[in-house]
């Protein structure tokens, strides 16, 4: 809770530690009511850095004592400091005993319990909610770590790196010893004592060396974890493989914990997961539920090298670590998808979450910077723009230097800064430096300006073609709109992948003035001005443009492009990536239409026609179709718009829909058939595939047919959902019916609840299912409060708060934004509720109310009288009062 006013942390304010600490030896008698911590450190003054007392971090401890070299010293306590003034010049030890209180521990940060368990979680600050220490990610030290506890109810005691000992104590306690012999800040501490089982693989690197592999759950979900240890060892054999970075540690844990406020954590050696980003058997879990395990253990995997060898020195660094993780998993997704199609697929998926989650946050009132300028609490910056653009910075870098650049960078970075906390500017100096010369090298200043201008680069590009010349002039522009305390922006450097076709669709080679010949159809113009021209030469006939294949930079474009054009683009560019943007913005235009001038909307004939072909096509993957045939979300219809109403864009959205479904009636049935998987279940790109398409195929013939009276698909539906034998295609139908009103969704979702009210991850669905689904006249709304009062309910739990809260305030717009301002209201009472419980995750969904500044009339004034209210509580925590401060600046 917050004490006094928060101090804003500024990036320029960074001063190195007055001490490092060397080594940590850590005792824990572990007790659910009071634990027992003693911490005895190797202390050294840092000579670089006038004189001054040691300042340790903690909070909500109990101190008990404090020797230095063993005898006691004089200290003082303020505010969240303990301060010895009187600290040696020389080495010194220092040891430390204090209490904390794990079970009243319910922000999930620090020491708490979970299911009768122990676990930690210490990024970005926790570590001093356990004891008092220098708890910022510059000083690194050696830990040895020992764990008493209760042999009966804690079984499995773990800790970072490896087992030293185990012994057996009185009163049936015991005790195990670890070691982690890498230097690490105290964020990737972690320990475990709990009831658990393991899942265990030994595996030989192409190093040779032989390592344990185990994935620690409560006993009864071992069968779930076949998924997450396959994507571990897979993780192990491509880092290895792409970047030469080999596993460091012979024992490697995953463990699984259910109250967790993110998907998972790279503690050194003990990976901590959220079980709904570990835990999956074909029965509970969803393909979209399989592929992002997959990548959160790899992400995690990762971060060994990218974050723990090399870590950040500061905060405001997050980037370094989370952008180039979020890169590294991105990549190995696609390199595990294997088919270019599948390829395409991962990056489709991977722009569709940057648009519709980073660009509103870019522009909202929380926009920040890759790597932020200051901050009231770190916490609230783990942003979509600090992973997900940080991981698009990270990409560019890539796309300038070429991929063999890039892991000669890497290979640099390491050789300089293994062992290490560094900054951003450290990377990029490590990459341009492996590639004298190259397109980031030699504009290296210019590209930095990604990590410090927030906001989203508008593109403009316009072609014009003089037959007579047969020249093609193409006039890129940027422009990027001012974002709260950044006025002005200069030009960034923006790599635009590109190609053309003529306009029967053939690719057309590539020469640029002054090149003697053509090189290639298909390469990288590089624009760091406001505004520049590339004339190509020997173009036969007027072409149609390509441009930003594989969304190669995090801008927005507009290209100009005609229907006539970006049909030639669905059919026949060469990039996947760009066939899909056409079928979007073919979609996207009629909807943005209809919502800005009011009338209703009606899809034609060549755009019905176009996504018949593109259904129908023999040639397209099920995967790709689905995706271009997904109409774009409200969030991103939203984010075209200068002023926004849910409600329109919904009814538009809604209206889109039930004309493709009445209109391609014929050809969904047909897809829905030849789409259906016979084979055993298998989370790969291909079955995958086939069910989204099925899936979506269901919930258009379902819409249809409940509009038009027909009962004969909802039944199928039901049908389907009873017969299901995996949860893809059995959410998959049950979503099909409750998204179209059907008669039959109530049966459904009391069935889905029975037979599943045991399995915690699947009651999360049923929850998130009915606050997401499709609004029809304040239902949905009036649904999501009774359900606040279900018996399985609970603010405690994040997955469970996020399932009814999040899925409304954040993932619902139309159900959320009322005209009488009922959503508001309840967003301000949880909020509050939650803040007093979990402020991170109470920051979270405060967060629902960030583009509260575009809403129309009368939302607009609504929010913010909701939000002013939230912020008039004298009592809100650091996390939640900067976010609604933060909104009404
Ligand atoms: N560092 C974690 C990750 O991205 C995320 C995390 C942050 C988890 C803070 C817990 C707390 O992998
Ligand atoms: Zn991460």
Redesign the pocket.
């Known amino acids: 809770m917050r004490e006094g006013t928060a101090a804003l942390i500024r990036r320029e304010d960074y001063v190195a530690p007055a001490y490092w600490i060397r080594t940590v030896d850590l005792t824990f008698d572990l007790d659910p009511a009071k634990t027992l911590v003693t911490s005895k450190m190797k202390v050294e003054r840092n000579a670089a850095v006038p004189h001054g007392p040691l300042r340790l971090h903690g909070e909500e401890l109990n101190l008990l004592r404090v020797l230095i070299n063993g005898e006691s010293v004089s200290f003082r306590q303020e505010g969240h400091e303990l301060i010895i003034e009187s600290a040696p010049d020389a080495d010194f030890s220092l040891e430390i005993r204090n209490t904390c209180a794990p079970e009243k521990n319910s922000s999930l940060?620090g020491l708490y319990t979970s299911g009768g368990g122990f676990f930690t979680?210490c990024?970005?600050e926790?570590f001093r909610r356990i004891t008092y220490f220098l708890d910022r990610p510059d000083v690194m030290a050696v830990y040895t770590v020992t764990l008493r506890a209760d042999k009966a109810k804690y079984p499995v005691l773990l800790s970072n790196g490896n087992l030293l000992e185990t012994a057996e104590l009185d009163n049936g306690r015991h005790l195990a010893k670890w070691h982690d012999p890498f230097p690490k800040p105290s964020y990737l501490f972690a320990l475990v004592a709990a009831d658990l089982v393991s899942r265990e693989q030994r595996i030989r690197t192409r190093a040779g060396r032989d390592h344990l592999l185990q994935v620690y759950v409560r006993r009864g979900d071992l069968e779930k974890t076949e998924h997450a240890m396959n994507s571990l060892i897979a993780s192990i054999v491509w880092d290895e493989a792409r970047f030469g970075l080999p596993l460091d540690l012979e024992r490697f844990m995953v463990v699984g914990v259910s109250d967790?406020?993110?998907?998972?954590?790279?503690n050194k050696g003990l990976n901590i997961f959220n079980t709904s980003a570990l835990l999956a058997s074909p029965a509970t879990a969803t393909d979209a539920d399989f592929a992002r395990i997959e990548s959160?253990v790899a992400?995690?995997y990762f971060?060994n090298w990218t974050?723990n060898r090399v870590t950040c020195r500061d905060w405001f660094q997050l980037s370094l670590?989370?952008g180039l993780?979020?890169f590294r998993d991105q990549e190995f997704s696609m390199d595990m998808a294997a088919a270019p199609s599948a390829r395409a697929v991962c990056r489709i998926q991977d722009v569709r979450a940057l648009r519709s989650v980073q660009f509103p946050e870019d522009s909202g009132a929380m926009a920040h910077p890759v790597r932020p300028d200051s901050y009231v609490e770190i916490?609230n910056f783990?942003t979509p723009t600090v992973?997900e653009k940080g991981s698009e910075v990270v990409r560019m870098y890539q796309t300038l230097v070429g991929r063999q650049g890039f892991e000669a960078g890497m290979k640099l970075y390491f050789e300089r800064h293994d062992g290490q906390a560094v900054t951003c500017d450290d990377f990029a100096a490590a990459i341009a430096d492996a590639n004298p010369g190259s397109a980031l090298s030699t504009r290296l200043e210019t590209f930095k300006r990604w990590y410090s201008q927030s906001g989203t680069p508008r593109v403009q590009a316009r072609g014009s073609y003089d037959a007579a010349a047969q020249t093609y002039t193409l006039t890129l522009k940027q422009h990027n709109p001012a974002t709260p305390g950044q006025e002005h922006k200069l030009p960034q450097v923006i790599p635009v992948t590109m190609g053309l076709l003529s306009r029967e669709g053939q690719v057309l080679p590539l020469q640029l003035q002054g090149e003697a010949a053509p090189v290639g159809t298909e390469r990288v113009l590089v624009l760091d001005q406001a505004e520049q021209c590339f004339v190509f030469t020997g173009v036969a006939s007027e072409p149609v443009p390509s441009l930003l294949r594989g969304f190669s930079a995090p801008v927005i474009l507009d290209d100009g492009l005609t229907d006539a054009e970006l049909l030639v683009l669905l059919q026949h560019d060469a990039d996947a990536f760009n066939r899909w943007e056409a079928s979007q913005r073919l979609a996207l235009n009629r909807i943005l239409q209809a919502v800005r001038t009011g009338e209703t909307l009606v899809l034609d004939a060549a755009y019905l026609d176009a996504m018949r072909t593109v259904l129908r096509d023999p040639q397209l993957d099920a995967a790709f179709k689905e995706l271009a045939l997904t109409l774009p979300g409200e969030a991103y219809v939203a984010e075209q718009l200068e002023v926004v109403d849910p409600q329109e864009i919904h009814a538009a959205v809604e209206a889109a829909h039930v004309q493709l479904a009445a209109a391609l009636a014929d050809d969904w049935a047909a897809a829905y058939e030849a789409n259906q998987v016979k084979a055993g279940y298998e989370p790969s790109p291909v079955q995958s595939g086939q069910r989204a398409l099925a899936n979506l195929a269901l919930s258009m013939l379902v819409l249809h047919a409940t509009r038009n009276g027909d009962a004969v698909w909802p039944g199928r539906a039901y049908q389907r959902f009873k017969d299901a034998t995996n949860m893809t295609e059995r959410l998959g139908a049950l979503s099909a019916l409750v998204n179209a009103h059907a008669e039959l969704a109530e049966p459904a979702l009391q069935r889905f609840h029975a037979l599943f009210k045991h399995e915690a991850l699947v009651v999360d669905k049923w929850f998130a299912l009915q606050a997401r689904a499709a609004e029809d006249g304040g239902k949905t709304f009036a649904r999501v409060k009774q359900l606040l009062q279900h018996p399985d309910f609970t603010l405690k739990n994040p997955n469970r708060a996020r399932s009814l809260l999040a899925s409304l305030c954040m993932f619902n717009p139309a159900a959320f934004h009322r005209a009488d301002a009922a959503g508001y209201v309840l967003w301000a009472e949880q909020v509050q509720l939650l803040d007093g419980i979990n402020p991170?995750l109470a920051g979270r969904v405060a967060r629902a109310m960030d583009r509260w500044t575009v809403l129309a009339e009368p939302y607009r004034a609504a929010a913010r009288e909701a939000i002013a209210r939230v912020a008039a509580k004298p009592e809100l925590s650091n996390d939640v009062r900067e976010i609604v401060e933060r909104a009404l600046a």
């Open positions: 940060s979680q990024e970005a926790g967790f406020n993110m998907g998972a954590m790279e959160i992400h995690e971060h974050g670590k989370e993780t979020v916490n783990y992973y991170q």
